[in-house]
């Protein structure tokens, strides 16, 4: 199946400080890609979905200033912590739409990236 | 409201056993259902996936179902393996491509 890496896996960043994660897609061309957070024993929320060449769009509720998402090519989209505070601390997943017309398309996830601001 | 509930919220269970999780679904205009297995610290991976048309879906141990009528589908899982220790998470996806996550179940098969 498609394979959807992250990078870094795991980070620990001090308050004030931004930090940027990575998702590409290995083996195909993404146009669009979501990003998400979970919490521990949550589900996955997502935060935003990424359109290659365009902004992104944020789900009501998250700073777009604060999670600056940019989906500069076919294969890598990257999300910007800026300003990071402890309770940014979460599992940051990422996933990647892969072939057929909507809504048949299927949703590849990476592997998550563990952020801990502290 | 489009939504997705789960149950049970956990469970334990012995190797080897059978154990069947549930998932009730208001997903309109309904596309698919997805169950996904999400290990621990790690990204979920895909199951099955079940349209509107299909009620059954196997995959290796993994059997799920589809009742439209109910909107509701389990997944079974036969032969339980230490492996299979994760939470499972049933996904509705709308005509639109919304795609709304249940809070997931999380299993623990223990030896």
């Known amino acids: 199946g498609a394979v959807v890496s992250q990078h870094p896996s795991r980070v620990i960043c001090k308050s004030g400080t931004s930090v940027k994660i990575e998702c590409r897609s290995l083996d195909f061309q993404a146009t669009t890609m979501f990003w998400y957070r979970q919490f521990p024993k949550q589900s996955l929320m997502l935060m935003a979905t990424?359109?290659?060449?365009?902004?992104?769009?944020?789900e009501q509720g998250v700073e777009k200033d604060k999670f600056l998402i940019n989906h500069a090519s076919l294969t890598l989209s990257t999300l910007t912590v800026t300003s990071a505070h402890p309770e940014d601390s979460s599992f940051y997943i990422c996933?990647?739409?892969?072939?057929?017309?909507?809504?048949?398309?299927?949703?590849?996830f990476g592997p998550g990236t563990r952020l801990t601001v502290t | 409201k489009n939504q997705v509930e789960q149950s049970p919220q956990s469970l334990i269970i012995l190797e080897g056993k059978n154990c069947t999780l549930q998932c009730n679904y208001t997903v309109s205009p309904f596309s698919n259902l997805r169950w996904y297995k999400q290990d621990t610290g790690r990204g979920p991976v895909s199951l099955t996936i079940m349209t509107f048309s299909e009620n059954t879906k196997s995959n290796g141990r993994y059997t799920a179902t589809l009742d439209a009528d109910t909107k509701q589908s389990s997944l079974h899982i036969t032969a339980s393996q230490l492996s299979d220790s994760a939470s499972y998470i049933c996904v509705g996806k709308t005509s639109y491509d919304k795609v709304i996550f249940g809070p997931g179940t999380s299993l623990s098969v223990i030896p």
């Open positions: 990424s359109n290659e060449g365009s902004k992104a769009t944020y």
């Open positions: 996933s990647a739409r892969f072939g057929g017309e909507l809504p048949r398309a299927e949703q590849y």
